[in-house]
Structure formats: structure tokens, C-alpha cells
């Protein structure tokens, strides 16, 4: 796991809500210096994240059970789910053609093509300790599914100089 400093704080709101046989886990956190994020967790670990960030854990705490109270704790449950599986066949299915001019698609995957040139940029750059293709698929992926989120800034440069990343983790 790469650290990026980021340290959250959770607020000692933080509860599970249970009603129709349902039970979600009320997340409010945050970093130091910033709002407080809410988030609301099913029993099957599909989680909906407010937008909107909160002055206060009270006003995050307050939000979430106002959401449950007018929505339905089932709602949750249901919705959170649907919207998880048609965000993931959306990234497994093929990239579909663009008009000329069209604005791309960020979450459809990259194309036979534009892989081709990824790997033939990544291999052409001046530096015998980048990553290949294989070896960046590996890494977007162990982000992607880490337990943290870590930015950019973080984890790009390691593209590009992989061998001390690994050596000074693994080392």
C-alpha cells in the first residue's frame, strides 16, 4: 500500500441504522482540514456517497437518516446495488464507436488500439525501470481496489520509476 498522508478521521457518529430486515452502516469522515464526507454501507457492502460534503458530522448524521426516513432503508439497499452492477457491465462491455467530435467516454475501456499505443508509449519511454502495460494493468488495478484512495501525484510518478518503488516497498 502506497502512503499518501492522508489520515481520516471518523466521527464517533459513525452507527448502523436497521429497519425491514435491513442493516446499513452510517460512515461519516473525513481528512484533517477538510468537510466531512458521508457515506451509507449495505449489508452486501455497497455503499452510496453523498456528493455533497458537510460542515459538520451532525449535519452528515442528520442527512443520512433523512435520506432513509423519505427514501426507505430498502431503497439502499436495492438502488445502491442496481447502480454497482450497471456500472460494472458498463466497464466490461466493448468501447461503442464515437460521432467524429464526440466527447469520449472516460469509464469505456480502451480500445484495441488505443492499448496498442499505450503499450508502444510506455515502452518507448527513456527509462529502464518504467512499467509495461502488464505491469501498469497490475498496479491501476491494486489501486483501484485498495482501501484507500490515492491520488495521482502519488502513484504516477512510480510509472515511470517502478524499480525504487518496489525495492524501497519490498526491500
Not at 70 to 91: S, Y
Request: proline share 5%; aromatic share 8%.
Amino acid at each position: 500500500m502506497i502512503d499518501d498522508g492522508i489520515q481520516l478521521i471518523h466521527s464517533p457518529l459513525t452507527q448502523t441504522c436497521s429497519a425491514d430486515g435491513h442493516t446499513l452502516q452510517i460512515e461519516i469522515y473525513r481528512s484533517a482540514g477538510s468537510l466531512w464526507i458521508l457515506e451509507v454501507v449495505d449489508e452486501r457492502g455497497t455503499s452510496t456517497v453523498w456528493d455533497e460534503q458537510f460542515e459538520t458530522d451532525t449535519a452528515a448524521l442528520a442527512a443520512a437518516f433523512l435520506a432513509i426516513e423519505e427514501e426507505g432503508i430498502h431503497h439502499f439497499v436495492t438502488t445502491a446495488q442496481r447502480e454497482a452492477d450497471e456500472a460494472e457491465r458498463g466497464l466490461t462491455q466493448a468501447a461503442r464507436p464515437r460521432a467524429p467530435g464526440a466527447t469520449p467516454d472516460i469509464l469505456a475501456p480502451l480500445s484495441d488500439e488505443e492499448l496498442d499505443a499505450l503499450d508502444s508509449f510506455l515502452l518507448d519511454q527513456d527509462t529502464d525501470e518504467g512499467m509495461t502495460l502488464d505491469m501498469l494493468d497490475g498496479f491501476l488495478h491494486a489501486l483501484a481496489l485498495g482501501p484507500e484512495t490515492v491520488l495521482p501525484s502519488r502513484w504516477l510518478p512510480k510509472v515511470w520509476d517502478s524499480a525504487s518503488f518496489f525495492t524501497r516497498r519490498n526491500g
